[in-house]
């Protein structure tokens, strides 16, 4: 298992604290070091539904920078409508961006999670002693890390603007959390996971191919658990979400 551990670390290993952001081209396998964005171009934002585009447009006034698409819900619907895109015209980077319900009771409604690094949470295997990712297997990766820099940076503006935001690991599930005891299964499996929702994994998975820096920004909208909707404040999950949407213009 040791050894199971250093290999993992050493092919799925962040990217390098001290390497500038837009220093770094070099081809890595995805969830591994960060790619080269370039200076000049437009940046796709990718969400599932059509409400979660329309606040984003308002928040970004429209700045012709940006693209906003709704690219239906689920990972498949994202890869898919990314990829897409990806190949219409070229981008600098691309963004995941919606409503997410949240792992850690600190992280309230309104708040803002920004991933460190995008999780196909369910993409593996089950076994007699527990669940193999991908990685244990060798079938390939289901972590994409997302740049540091970039994202402490938004993080820090977003703080600086009067949200509460924080960063970690964003799960991409399949299946919409119902239970408390999948939501525990969960927490257990990915140490640290801040949020969940059904898009990330997906659209960093076609940025990748095309060696284009992947991000993911939620505002959370219900904790993860029990599907009450009474709990649900999508309204002011939205809310947020526009209120980022500056913070979006001024780090790319």
Known sequence: MKQ?????????????QKEGFRDRIKEQPISSKGVHIMEEGKILIVTAVEKEAEVLHKGLENDPRFVVEAGGAGLAEAAVSTASALQREKYKAVINAGIAGAFQESEG????VIANEMVAAEAGAEAPDGFLSMEHLGLGASRYHCDPAMVEQMRQKAEEAGMHACTGP?????????????????RDRFSGARAEAMEGFGVAAAA??????AFEVRAVSNPVGPRDRDNWDIPGALAALEQMSPILREVF
């Open 208 to 213: 990748r191919r095309q060696n284009i820096p």
């Open 4 to 16: 199971d551990k250093r290999n993992h670390d050493r092919l799925f290993a962040p990217a390098g």
């Open 109 to 112: 409604i309104g708040a803002i």
């Open 170 to 186: 964003v799960l991409t599930t399949l299946t919409a959390t119902g239970t408390y005891a999948t939501a525990d299964r969960l």
